[in-house]
């Protein structure tokens, strides 16, 4: 099993920016790759940004250029960049990681262990 935690979520002003960390524990040899993933209220989750363990990312179209994903594979952990932020990235952003190797999920159903998600939220 994999442990995963969130933190670094908050209240930001739009324009503004924050840093989202998750931390792997347990069973992190098995992990291929990381992605963070986020739900609005009264909407669907959907994919932010994955990273892999050879350094691939991927971005949604969304963030592209505001938002950067990172790692640190000596901690296991996973950073999100957030910058510019807008009152539409407002979310429950979750943390994930996926066993297989040789693919950069961008569905929900390709990950295979969650955090319990942080609140971000951007005022206008």
């Known amino acids: 099993q994999v442990q995963l935690v969130e933190s670094g979520g908050g209240l930001v002003q739009a324009g503004g920016s924050l840093r989202l960390s998750c931390a792997a524990s347990?069973?992190?040899?098995?992990?291929?790759?990381m992605g963070w993933f986020r739900q609005a209220p009264g909407k669907e989750r959907e994919f932010v940004s994955a990273?892999?363990?050879?350094?691939?990312?991927i971005y949604a179209d969304s963030v592209k250029g505001r938002f950067s994903i990172s790692r640190n594979s000596a901690r296991n952990t996973v950073y999100l960049e957030m910058n510019s932020l807008k009152p539409e990235d407002t979310a429950v952003y979750y943390c994930?990681?996926?066993?297989?190797?040789?693919?950069?999920?961008?569905?929900?159903?390709?990950?295979?262990?969650w955090g319990q998600g942080t609140q971000v939220t951007v005022s206008s």
């Open positions: 990273i892999s363990w050879s350094d691939g990312n």
């Open positions: 347990g069973r992190t040899f098995s992990i291929y790759a």
């Open positions: 994930a990681a996926d066993r297989d190797r040789g693919r950069l999920g961008t569905t929900s159903a390709s990950y295979d262990y």
